[in-house]
């Protein structure tokens, strides 16, 4: 579950697996091989399956890192599915691109993607990931080479997703404040995120039918991605509003400010953080399920790749928690490691949280009448079901 790498400053908010969600950072391709710019067709199998690598490791560093423990056939079929989603998603966010051509390129991306021989030359020069788009033929040849059950949930991802973008676009058109209610806030979380890790959990599926079901676990993998893409957005708040684009739910900052601009307004230091309270304990509604979730995967490799997914943002939120700073500069986690050592296991994970929620109720301000008392209740829920999931596993180790 994983979304494209930490996607900034977009309609599309990172495809958090963009994110994976936010601890994927993308890197520039500056160096097109030998086989750059030659047409798939006259491209040997072995030619076309390393120019795809080649991709992928310019394109990808923390997702391709996250997925590089899965074995040989599914590591493929996800490099090649969060490829195919991050040209959509290089198409949305270069700002060179008229909206009146965007538009139609992101509703039949999915029809795009079928043809073979298709590229996108169109990207302005300075677009990050453009040369992806270039030699998309070859990317498009792999993912023909696919099942028709894994191409039929690809197909249905972009077209969801492209809808998803270009329905964004068009009410940002009308107005920067598009996102004004709770019920607007998830509903683009949904198409930008949501839809990616439901996709992942169908192909995961598909490739090995004994982890959880996505269907029958649909509400709790949604929750895991509202969690992930509500960090993104809160962490992002200065850098997106920069651009003129503003996705913090009217609904909460309305309370605090008259515009949104305020927030970022030195002189309003109180009113911004309480405001990021409020979105905090709006992100932290969805871990509980992210956690029931967790709890059902049996697979080590893809517990560990959800679980790092989820503990860096919730670090992250820890770390930006009534931290005026966010509003100030771009801040970067700097316990990736230290987090990622402990993501083997649910037990690991529980203590991990239950620190972090400590770290937060520390931090939570009693003068924030608002949203006091909810962010320590939402933190004791937590804090409750690890210590019910430790005491259990305790019980378990003393039966043995």
Request: with cysteine; net charge positive; glycine share 2%.
């Amino acid at each position: 579950m994983a979304s494209p790498d930490k996607k900034k400053k977009r309609h599309s908010k990172r495809l958090s697996l963009h994110n994976l969600l936010n601890i994927v950072f993308p890197q520039k391709i500056n160096s097109p091989s030998p086989l750059s710019r030659i047409p798939a067709n006259y491209l040997t199998h072995e030619q076309k399956r390393e120019k795809c690598t080649e991709l992928f490791k310019l394109v990808s560093n923390s997702y391709r890192r996250m997925i590089s423990k899965l074995d040989t056939d599914m590591n493929i079929v996800m490099s090649i599915y969060y490829m195919l989603l991050r040209g959509m998603d290089t198409i949305e966010d270069d700002m060179t691109i008229p909206v009146e051509k965007k538009i139609p390129l992101l509703r039949n991306f999915h029809k795009l993607i079928q043809q073979r021989g298709w590229t996108f030359t169109k990207n302005g020069p300075n677009e990050k990931h453009r040369q992806l788009l270039v030699e998309f033929d070859v990317v498009i040849e792999e993912f023909l080479s696919f099942s028709p059950e894994i191409q039929d949930i690809f197909v249905d991802v972009a077209k969801d997703m492209g809808n998803g973008m270009a329905d964004y676009i068009l009410l940002q058109e009308k107005s920067k404040y598009h996102v004004i209610t709770i019920e607007d806030y998830d509903r683009y979380c949904f198409h930008v995120c949501s839809v990616f890790c439901l996709g992942f959990g169908r192909i995961m599926n598909t490739l090995n039918p004994e982890l959880p079901d996505t269907d029958e676990n649909y509400y709790l993998i949604k929750d895991v991605s509202f969690f992930i893409q509500k960090l993104d957005i809160i962490k992002d708040f200065r850098e997106d509003f920069l651009q003129n684009r503003v996705y913090w739910p009217r609904a909460i900052w309305g309370q605090y400010v008259n515009d949104v601009s305020e927030i970022l307004d030195p002189n309003k230091k109180e009113k911004a953080l309480n405001c990021l309270s409020a979105m905090t304990f709006n992100a932290l509604s969805h871990l509980i399920n992210s956690l029931e979730f967790l709890s059902k995967i049996d697979d080590p490799v893809v517990f560990e790749i959800i679980a790092l997914s989820i503990a860096v943002e919730f670090a992250y939120l820890t770390s930006i928690f009534r931290n005026h700073e966010v509003f100030i500069k771009h801040m970067t986690y700097q316990g990736i490691n230290e987090v990622k050592s402990q993501c083997k296991n649910l037990r690991d994970i529980c203590i991990l949280f239950k620190s972090n929620v400590k770290t937060i109720m520390k931090k939570n301000d009693i003068k924030d009448f608002r949203n006091y008392l909810k962010i320590n209740k939402s933190c004791k829920k937590i804090e409750q079901w690890c210590d019910r999931y430790l005491s259990k596993q305790q019980n378990q180790y003393v039966a043995v």
